[in-house]
């Protein structure tokens, strides 16, 4: 079993303005000790988005083009935590790892899909 979280951070550059808009969805394996957690970043870039105010739900992330995953959905964390376990992130090593969300959205996008309405 797992409990997520989600936040939302930004760097400050030299003149203290907030660029880097980053939304962090962690995975931490439950109960609490048996295992490390798996922070999922999703950054700011050309043709992504990350949610920061309107049209986009707080949730939302994804391709300007392509894929999207709502981080609200219980769906959607369990197909990026799936595709997480394929790619090699290994819970019991107890140990903090990262992950880049861009890596791992159109595969969990795709299992979203393949997973049909209701999944939530």
Known sequence: MYLWTMRHSHRRDADGR???????????????????????????????????????????????????LNLHEPGAVRALLDVALARGWRPEERTAAEMDGWSLLEAAAARRRDAGPGDD
Do not use: E, M
């Open 18 to 68: 907030s660029v880097d808009c980053r939304q962090i969805l962690t995975l931490s394996p439950q109960p609490v000790g048996t295992g490390g957690p798996l922070r999922i970043v999703f950054a700011d870039g050309p043709g992504r988005y990350v949610p920061g105010g309107a049209p986009f739900g707080s949730g939302d992330v994804g391709f300007t083009r392509g894929a999207d």
